[in-house]
């Protein structure tokens, strides 16, 4: 391989290692970072599977849930 065709495969790597990995506290700030992104995207995107698969079961949905009619 030449130089050229070495440096087009390595240089998003480099990039990203040049940007993010060299320092450690950029390194945990981004890593944190996107755990805590991550989290919340997996929490709204399960939250609105399962809102969505159940639509009519909820206690939102009961209009009559919790009211009791008088015996008078």
Do not use: C, P
Not at 12 to 41: C, H, K, Q
Not at 45 to 59: A, F, I, T
């Amino acid at each position: 391989m030449d130089y050229a065709s070495r440096r087009s495969q390595g240089g998003l790597f480099e990039g990203l290692y040049r940007v993010i990995m060299r320092r450690n506290s950029v390194y945990v700030t981004f890593v944190v970072a996107g755990a805590f992104l991550g989290e919340r995207a997996v929490d709204y995107g399960v939250h609105k599977l399962w809102e969505y698969n159940n639509v009519g079961k909820r206690y939102e949905d009961i209009s009559v849930l919790g009211q009791r009619q008088s015996e008078e």
